[in-house]
């Protein structure tokens, strides 16, 4: 595909953005991926990409977690196991749907992540210790249902994580946010293998979009270990709720 500068410009711009949204509060790919679908990109070209460039975003946002040493590494070997197992599952059945059903069946999505990203902000339990009883099958069922999902779609995965490991798992949520990304990383990185091995990834788009969501990653990562997540969540809506009526107008009344 040949992309104008100022496309790749503005593509880079939307994944600081996500990058940044998503190491604090998950929910990046609710701006990245109607960015790229808005810009043109065929579904599956734009859920490859994206992959390329979350996957280094995500390990960035991950070694920052683990030197502050608030990822729980007990659950980090299995999580990150299942995880890439759901992540490869997903997008392995994402290949084989095709192109125009899926950028509608995106659309259909977004509001499901974004209703995610939104409960997450309103929890308020406290952290407490890891649960013994079932620890590491829903260790593993998280990894491979939340995984699956990000496989095949992406968007809220960050905020899935967060949430089950919040609620099931007992943590806080600076911790939560932590420790999901070993799981993300999973997952993104498995969904990335296979649409790799597919041919949708643009790796000369992706480098430039992995730069900048690496950058976002790292500034959004310092502001949660410091400040948290709720102020980020405001101009999350703001950007997503332009972003899908945009994708509204372009697959259902252009």
């Known amino acids: 595909m040949e992309l104008s500068l100022v496309v790749i410009v503005v593509l880079c711009l939307f994944f600081f953005l996500a990058g940044f949204v998503d190491s604090v509060a998950g929910g990046g790919g609710l701006i990245s991926v109607p960015a790229m679908l808005l810009c043109g990109l065929p579904p599956h070209v734009a859920l490859g990409t994206g992959k390329f460039a979350s996957t280094l975003g ?17 659950i980090a070997p299995a999580g990150f196991l299942s995880a890439f ?22 659309i259909f999505l977004l509001p499901v992540g974004m209703a995610i990203s939104l409960f997450s902000g309103r929890l308020v339990t406290a952290e407490g210790e890891l649960p013994e009883r079932h620890l590491w099958l829903r260790v593993i069922l998280m990894g491979l249902f939340i995984g699956a999902y990000d496989g095949f779609f992406g968007p809220g995965t960050g905020s899935f994580f967060i949430i089950a490991q919040h609620l099931i798992l007992r943590m806080g949520l600076v911790r939560a946010s932590a420790t999901a990304k070993v799981f993300n990383l999973a997952s993104n990185a498995g969904a990335f293998a296979v649409f790799a091995s597919g041919g949708v990834a643009l790796y000369s788009l992706g480098a430039p979009l992995a730069v900048a969501n690496i950058l976002g990653n790292q500034l959004g990562t310092r502001l949660a270990i410091r400040v948290g997540a709720r102020m980020v969540r405001n101009f999350l809506y703001v950007a997503l709720s332009l972003l899908l009526a945009s994708l509204i107008y372009r697959f259902f009344l252009a």
Do not use: E, I, Q, Y
């Not at 997903?90 to 509608?104: E, R």
């Open 85 to 106: 197992a759901g992540g490869m599952a997903g997008s392995a059945l994402a290949m084989h749907v095709d192109s125009a059903l899926l950028g509608k069946l995106l």
């Open 58 to 74: 995500s390990l960035t946002s991950l070694w920052t977690f683990a030197r502050n040493h608030l990822v729980v590494l007990r």
